[in-house]
């Protein structure tokens, strides 16, 4: 379970931040999960960004609303930014935990990110090898096992396929191409994510970020799946 935010375009990346800590600390949105207690997203988080058209990762399994390393990328500038926040549900607190995921699929690096607990027992090729114990790490690695196809002539069949999950909401990136997925079975509120298209610049979120408020947000509908390609800015429902 996490909090998940990708931007794309020209942005404000302290904003972006700013908004995820307080999406963390569980001081934004009210939901399913936090109607009657408190629920914070601080079992690890972790951001990639395009630099120089290469992927670039980094994780923390500390909380990042006490973790100083996350001000090492204040005022990044980056056309592709994704960053997670864990709340874990299925796996320890440590790093090989923390999202995102990486690996290689027809020669190009692959960062994963998932919102949700997905319990289908799920197969992958075997030249994926666990690092983690998470169902997330399991659940990237299927919908990279293709048989040879495109990822994304595949991923609705895949999804459709999953029958015991609360959430299976995923970013998928190659730095060229971006994949989402709003996809769940309970908490509405809690897994619905949302959709700013600007000008110049394009967000998904987990929630409406404080810093966007006032900005005209789309909650997506359940079982939507969309491709965002990078450099034009433009998105297409798949």
Excluded at 147 to 167: H, M, Q, V
Excluded at 181 to 189: E, G, K, R
């Amino acid at each position: 379970m996490c909090r998940m935010i990708l931007s794309v375009g020209k942005t404000n990346v302290n904003w972006l931040i700013d908004d995820m800590i307080e999406m963390a600390a569980d001081r934004n949105e009210r939901h399913e999960e936090n109607e009657n207690t408190e629920f914070k997203h601080e079992d690890g988080w972790g951001i990639s960004y395009l630099s120089d058209e290469k992927l670039n990762t980094f994780r923390s399994a500390g909380p990042i609303f006490d973790d100083p390393q996350i001000d090492q990328f204040r005022n990044l500038e980056s056309r592709l930014l994704i960053l997670h926040t864990r709340h874990a549900s299925k796996g320890a607190v440590n790093i090989h935990n923390v999202h995102p995921f990486e690996a290689a699929f027809n020669n190009r690096p692959y960062v994963f990110f998932h919102n949700g607990t997905v319990s289908d027992k799920l197969s992958f090729d075997r030249r994926f090898k666990l690092k983690g114990t998470t169902d997330s790490e399991q659940y990237f690695y299927y919908l990279l096992s293709t048989d040879g196809k495109e990822i994304n002539a595949s991923l609705k069949k895949k999804l459709l396929s999953l029958k015991n999950f609360t959430g299976a909401n995923f970013i998928l990136s190659n730095g060229e191409k971006t994949f989402i997925s709003n996809w769940w079975s309970i908490n509405p509120n809690y897994y619905r994510m949302k959709m700013l298209a600007a000008t110049d610049f394009t967000l998904f979120s987990s929630e409406i970020l404080p810093h966007y408020k006032n900005e005209p947000w789309q909650k997506l509908e359940n079982y939507d799946i969309f491709e965002i390609q990078t450099a034009a800015n433009k998105v297409t429902k798949i």
